[in-house]
């Protein structure tokens, strides 16, 4: 295998003077620099791109925990961590954790036992948040992304009270006073502050909560699924007329429990969502949802993480939160 020493002789050169090509750390003279390309090319030479990192006490790549990557808006955020990983020229580690604690954690293990530059993490309910923070204090920087909590750490994030409230004031805009909220595990504080934004907007509108009509637990699919069947089969006195998702897999409940039952969206219930599902003006009826600026979230984490591996470790925490965007559609019963 080809060395440094020997590119060098063949350009006839310094080897510092190949390292300057290589890594662009200074400038060259436009001959020098191409006898070194051109030695670089006859030789077959590669940068040893490990030996180099551990000389700068770096691996130069990063760890990525998301709960579901399956999920449109995580794999959205995936994106545009990879994308400014990628500029950083920085190698991305994926860790999907389902939903679970434990498979968090020995993610969180897994990457740092690789020595990662950094850590992002989306955290799953119940997550051990002081496994985090002994990441940091062991030296690795930890960023969360989506879904916020208590680590004293950098974190993105998107508004969630205030558009679900703006939400389901439209229903109750729409003549709609019993409103059902599809939830989910309110150990999430993204689920928990969209609850926040509903009950709001119930005060807003005087209409008094009914705890019947708010579904709580693991928020996947299948639950939601058999939760709304229940409320969608009760007497028509008795039985919600509009149904709020507050993310994409309870939306994917909802539909399911509608299908079973041979119900339509908006002329048996409206319906409207959190997140929600590619291409969703395709949709017919198209569906109503709030649609968060996912690869934005992504893009964000990795540059606050960037910022923290480069160096920036006292500065104060910051906590970004971005606006995501409301689509009305005919789901909630405006027209199309």
């Known amino acids: ?6 590119v060098a002789r063949m350009a006839g050169v ?8 290589i890594n662009g750390t200074r400038p060259v003279r436009d001959d020098t620099r191409a006898r070194v390309e051109q030695a670089v090319k006859a030789t077959g030479y590669r940068r040893d791109s490990l030996a180099r990192a551990l000389r700068r006490s770096r691996t130069d790549s990063i760890g990525l925990i998301v709960s579901d990557v399956a999920q449109p808006a995580f794999a959205e955020m995936v994106r545009g961590v990879e994308h400014e990983a990628t500029r950083a020229g920085l190698t991305l580690l994926l860790a999907n954790s389902g939903e679970d604690p434990d498979l968090e954690l020995r993610a969180l293990e897994a990457l740092t036992a690789r020595r990662v530059d950094g850590v992002v993490v989306a955290p799953v309910a119940g997550s051990r948040h002081e496994e985090l923070v002994a990441v940091q204090q062991r030296g690795t920087p930890v960023v969360l992304m989506d879904r916020l909590g208590a680590v004293p750490t950098d974190q ?7 558009p ?14 019993r ?10 504080l993204t689920i928990a502050e969209r609850r ?26 299948d639950q939601t ?12 006195h008795q039985r919600p007329s509009a149904v709020v998702a507050v993310s994409t897999e309870t939306a994917v409940g909802v539909l399911q429990a509608a299908g079973d039952l041979g119900m339509r969206t908006p002329g048996d219930f409206a ?6 599902f590619p291409y969703a003006d395709l949709f017919r009826p198209g569906i109503t949802t709030v649609t968060q600026p996912a690869r934005e979230i992504g893009s964000t984490a990795m540059q606050l993480l960037l910022s923290r591996i480069e160096g920036n470790l006292t500065s104060r925490r910051r906590s970004v939160r971005l606006d995501p965007e409301i689509t009305y559609r005919e789901s909630c019963g405006c027209p199309a």
């Open 164 to 177: 679900m409230r703006d939400l389901v004031l439209h229903l109750v805009g729409h003549g709609h006073r």
């Open 271 to 276: 319906f409207a969502t959190f997140d929600g």
């Open 156 to 162: 993105v994030g998107v508004e969630n009270t205030a």
């Open 14 to 21: 310094s080897t510092s003077t190949v390292s300057h090509v």
């Open 196 to 221: 926040r934004g509903y009950l709001e907007a119930l005060g807003d509108a005087d209409i008094e909560a009914d705890p019947s009509l708010i579904l709580t637990g693991s928020g996947l699919a």
């Open 179 to 188: 409103i059902a909220l599809a939830g989910g595990d309110e150990r999430v």
């Open 225 to 236: 699924r058999e939760q709304v069947l229940g409320l969608l089969s009760r007497p028509l």
């Open 1 to 6: 295998m080809a060395t440094i020493s020997d």
